[in-house]
C-alpha cells in the first residue's frame, strides 16, 4: 500500500513538472521548433534581460550597438568590458555568437560544455539547446565567433 502511494504520488510529480513546463511557452511549440532544431524549456520569458545579457551574467537589456554589430564591434566590446578574446578550438568558449549575413551578430548563448548551449531568446524563455550550432538560418543563424 505504501509503496503503491510513492508511486502514484511520484507519477503526479512529474505530471505537474511536465505540464508546468508547457504552460511556461509564450508561443506554441511549432514557433520554437523554427527559430533552432534543437530546444528545451529552461526558465520562463523576461523583458528584463536578454541574449547578451544572459550570456555575459549581467541579467540586464544589453545591447550597447544600434542594429546588428559587427564581429569586430562585439570582439571590442566583449573584450573591453568583460575581457572576453576570440577562441579557436581545442579551447571551449563561454559565449557563442550568431548571426545570418554580412557578419552581422544577432544573437548570443552561454556555452556550458562541449555540446550543449543556453539563450535568453529575446523577450522570449531561456531555452537550453544540445548543439553549439542549433540555430536555422532565421532568425538567428549560424556560429560567427566563439568567446572565451
Not at 510513492?6 to 510529480?13: G, Q, R, S, Y
Not at 573584450?79 to 544573437?107: K, L, M
Request: with cysteine; aromatic share 22%.
Amino acid at each position: 500500500m505504501k509503496r503503491r502511494f510513492v508511486v502514484v504520488l511520484f507519477i503526479a510529480l512529474i505530471l505537474v513538472v511536465l505540464t508546468a513546463a508547457a504552460y511556461a511557452l509564450v508561443y506554441d511549440k511549432s514557433y520554437y521548433d523554427r527559430i533552432a532544431w534543437t530546444w528545451e524549456y529552461y526558465a520562463p520569458a523576461s523583458t528584463s534581460y536578454n541574449c547578451l545579457g544572459y550570456a555575459t551574467g549581467s541579467y540586464y537589456w544589453e545591447w550597447p550597438w544600434s542594429g546588428y554589430p559587427t564581429r569586430d564591434a562585439v570582439n571590442f566590446y566583449l573584450g573591453s568590458r568583460y575581457g572576453y578574446q576570440v577562441c579557436y578550438p581545442p579551447y571551449q568558449p563561454r559565449i557563442i555568437a550568431y548571426g545570418t549575413y554580412n557578419n552581422a551578430v544577432e544573437h548570443f548563448s552561454r556555452c556550458l560544455n562541449s555540446t550543449t548551449t543556453r539563450a535568453k531568446w529575446g523577450q522570449l524563455e531561456v531555452m537550453t539547446s544540445y548543439s553549439w550550432d542549433p540555430y536555422y538560418p532565421e532568425p538567428y543563424g549560424s556560429t560567427i565567433e566563439r568567446y572565451r
